[in-house]
Each structure stands twice: as C-alpha cells, then as structure tokens.
C-alpha cells in the first residue's frame, strides 16, 4: 500500500454536506482520508450512515479519481438480510472471514473492517498495539494490552490538547524515524465509556455528538466510538520523532504512582506489542532500538483517567525539565 498521500497534490477535496454524504456511502461510495491511508467507504445501511457521519465528517474527503489504499463495503446480502433481521455484511476487497453482525452494530463491523485492513495488509511501517499522541515535539508510545486503558489514556490525552496519532495502531516510518499519525474513531469499551463521555463534557457544549451510539452485546461488551477532536483531525499529517515510553497500568484499587523501568523492559515490551515486527525482522529490532535509546521510559499505575493524565504530564514536564524529553531525538 503506497502512502496515497504523494498523490493528493491533484485530486480534489470535496466539502460535502451531510446530505451529499449520506448519498455518496449509499452508492459507489465515499473516498476517505486518515492519516496516511485513504478509502473508499460504502454503507448500504441508513442507520451505519449516521453513525459514520457523525464521527467523520470533518475528515478529508476526495472526489475522482483518487489513488485509494483500500476499500470497504458493508451491505445486507440478499433482500431478507437487509430489511428482515437485516445483518452486517463486510466486503474488504480481500479475502477474509467476517462474522457478520446484526445491521444495528453495523459501525462495529465497519471499524473492524478498517482495523483489518490496516493489520493485515500494511508493511510500509512499523506497527504497535499502542496508543500514540504527541504535544510540543514529545512523541509519546503507550504500548500495552487490551485492558489496559491505553485508548481511555489516548483518548483522554487528546481531549486536553495532545495531538491523537491514534488508540490502536502506533505507526513508525522507520526511515525517518517519525511516529505516523492514523487518528481514527477511538474505540471505547464497557466502563471507559461513561468516563469519556464525563470528560469530553468538561470540555465540550455538545459532547453527546462526539460519540456514537453504545453498542450491548458485542464480543467485547459494550462499545462506543469518540471522535477524535478537530484538532487532531486537521494535523494528520503532522509527524513527531517518539521520545518518551510509558507503560499504563490501570488498578481501580491503586495509588498513582510512576514507577522507573529499565530501557530493556522498554524494549522488550515495544516488541511484544508490535503486530508486524516478525514480518520486518532486523529492520524492526533497529528501529525499536533507535526508539528505546532516544526515549525517556518509565510505567505508571492508576485508579483513574485524571490521574493517569497527572501522570503522563507530570513525567513529561519532569524530563523536559531535564533537558531529556520534547526535542528533536534521534
């Protein structure tokens, strides 16, 4: 997949209303940008529509021709299928094996769909199960399991001036070094649900817009999408070296604490959180130690997303004051 971004110089950017919207998802498609990858998305589903709408209308949109990296459709398979018990089916282009899923969690098969695509099939970075933001030349790593917090952590951060790179895929170009940002739909899960939404309301008028619907009875429980904020939309392309890892570990029972970790720790965690790091061999052990080397590191344990937010900031603000942290590494 070839970053689309060299090509953009000729297309055309399209500011559609939602109406204009609606129509083009519901027939060939629309052409989507985030970050460095851009599809093609159709949703033969009316109510998979308004969610996407409300969560993506402020992305660069392209009208023809435009070099796209992947396409998705989600659509009911045959008459029954879309108005009676109307399922989810998802169409990547590839060959894959989507369960589908009942039409009203179709914005959960549409996210799975753009996950995939991107985990599978992208071999120009390097990639991490981790959450990525960056602010004022710190390039920030959350490399951690599911469960973790690290797209509540991610999410949170954003919301109080981070640039979101993304909750789930941190991309590295490994021949600049730069972190790549990939700002999507945030996916929240269960508990971290009301908490957003509480701190997105701190913030925001109308937090409700936001979010999408909450979806009951997913495999993963409930889940609800957040909008990245405007911010982090408009500096998609706006690259930052990684300086700083920090592994996040959320205990409700906790102190908050920051707790030093060696950088070989580091290391061997940024490798276990890597999807591509086999596929990419002594490159990806290169890169990974070029991270390491140039970054300050620690963990953190807490109870809570505010104090994971004191955290991160307060390890942060303390390393820069070092001199260690916020420059140009590397």
Aim: hydrophobic content about 40%.
């Amino acid at each position: 997949m070839p970053p689309t971004s060299l090509f953009h110089k000729t297309d055309t950017l399209i500011n559609f209303t939602d109406q204009q919207l609606d129509a083009r998802l519901a027939s060939r498609g629309a052409q989507l940008e985030i970050g460095p990858f851009t599809v093609n998305v159709a949703l033969k589903f009316k109510n998979i529509r308004d969610e996407f709408i409300r969560i993506y209308r402020d992305y660069p949109f392209y009208d023809n021709p435009v070099v796209l990296d992947n396409t998705i459709r989600i659509f009911g398979r045959n008459f029954y299928r879309q108005y009676i018990k109307p399922q989810a089916f998802v169409d990547v282009g590839m060959n894959s094996d989507f369960i589908p899923l009942p039409a009203s969690m179709g914005m959960v098969s549409l996210e799975m769909g753009l996950n995939w695509q991107v985990a599978s099939a992208c071999k120009q970075y390097l990639m991490f199960h981790a959450g990525v933001v960056a602010r004022d030349g710190v390039g920030l790593i959350m490399p951690a399991m599911s469960g973790s917090g690290k797209s509540t952590l991610a999410a949170g951060l954003s919301y109080r001036g981070w640039q979101l790179h993304s909750d789930e895929f941190g991309l590295l170009d490994m021949e600049s070094g730069e972190l790549v940002p990939y700002p999507r739909a945030v996916s929240l899960k269960n508990q971290s649900i009301a908490v957003m939404k509480d701190w997105v309301g701190q913030v925001s008028d109308n937090a409700h817009d936001h979010f999408t619907n909450e979806y009951h009875g997913t495999p993963k429980g409930t889940i609800c999408y957040l909008r990245p904020p405007k911010a982090s939309i408009e500096q998609m392309h706006k690259r930052t070296k990684p300086n700083v890892v920090i592994l996040p570990i959320y205990d409700a029972s906790a102190k908050p604490a920051i707790r030093p970790i060696t950088k070989t720790m580091a290391f061997f965690r940024m490798v276990m959180s890597s999807a591509n790091y086999g596929d990419i061999g002594e490159d990806a052990f290169r890169a990974i130690s070029d991270i390491i080397n140039a970054s300050d590191v620690c963990e953190i344990i807490y109870p809570s997303l505010e104090d994971a937010v004191s955290l991160v900031e307060e390890f942060v603000a303390n390393k820069a004051g070092d001199g260690k942290a916020g420059g140009d590494h590397g």
